[in-house]
């Protein structure tokens, strides 16, 4: 989970000033974490206690108003009887990385991806990016390789995998879709050689960078199974107390 949660921070100052290169500083000094972190905690929390992901996404996503949601899931935040709003938006795929790590079939991950994406984002392209999302974290936790990754991932989802980052970077735009950011992220996790590489590749699409990396972060980190220290502990020192709580508490969360 932390590596989503490191990849958001690493990618948070490129969203509105996007970059075309792999080769720049991971961490500057306006470097934070998101709305992409704070639902991925809530996700985390949920699982941990009741499994009410809407309730633990309202109750957190309100102690942290400024994270920098979209305006439709403000709106969802700010209702005292949120309902989905048939959104197609990457933030269903950016907060699910948790279900990938928790659980141990691929039936029940993507029903939870299911019921974690519905909440807010009940459009059918919605629900697919959260379950592409789950499924990868999930096949890379349990040791599949790359080419099963792209393989499961391309047969039950559509997505056409087969691109490359040469190839997409050029044209690629600031795009807040689900079908076209975890196709692009799944990508860059596919070409890395890892961790840092990955949310390096991810950012240097110059998209939206901080989701992008958050994705292909928290796929990196359960297929390669360790984040370099110096990111581990930049990230952490950027996360308010009760983050750090669940992520210790969470299986996997601190180091995968």
């Not at 102690?63 to 009887?81: E, I, K, V």
């Not at 993507?110 to 994406?117: D, G, P």
């Not at 220290?229 to 107390?241: F, G």
Request: charged share 25%.
């Amino acid at each position: 989970m932390l590596g989503a949660i490191a990849g958001d921070i690493i990618g948070s100052v490129y969203e509105f000033s996007p970059i075309k290169t792999e080769e720049f500083p991971l961490f500057h000094e306006e470097s934070r974490f998101t709305d992409d972190t704070v639902m991925t905690v809530a996700v985390a929390g949920a699982i941990l206690g009741d499994g009410d992901y809407g309730a633990s996404m309202h109750v957190l996503g309100r102690r942290y108003p400024r994270a920098g949601y979209g305006r439709n899931f403000m709106r969802w935040l700010q209702s005292d009887a949120p309902k989905p709003y048939k959104s197609l938006g990457n933030g269903s795929a950016m907060r699910v990385s948790p279900v990938g790590l928790a659980f141990d079939s691929e039936e029940r991950v993507l029903a939870e991806a299911w019921r974690s994406a519905v909440v807010s984002h009940d459009h059918p392209e919605g629900i697919k990016g959260a379950q592409a999302t789950a499924l990868a974290v999930f096949l890379a936790r349990k040791g599949a390789g790359k080419p099963a990754i792209r393989r499961e991932v391309e047969s039950r989802f559509g997505y056409d995998l087969h691109r490359t980052l040469a190839e997409i970077r050029p044209g690629y735009r600031f795009d807040v879709s689900c079908q076209g950011t975890v196709p692009e992220a799944i990508i860059a996790f596919l070409e890395s050689t890892d961790y840092e590489d990955a949310v390096r590749k991810a950012v240097s699409l110059g998209g939206d960078s901080d989701t992008l990396a958050c994705i292909t972060g928290g796929i990196a980190a359960a297929h390669y199974r360790s984040i370099p220290e110096h990111i581990v502990s930049r990230a952490r020192s950027l996360l308010p107390e009760e983050f750090i709580v669940i992520i210790d508490r969470f299986p996997g969360g601190s180091s995968d």
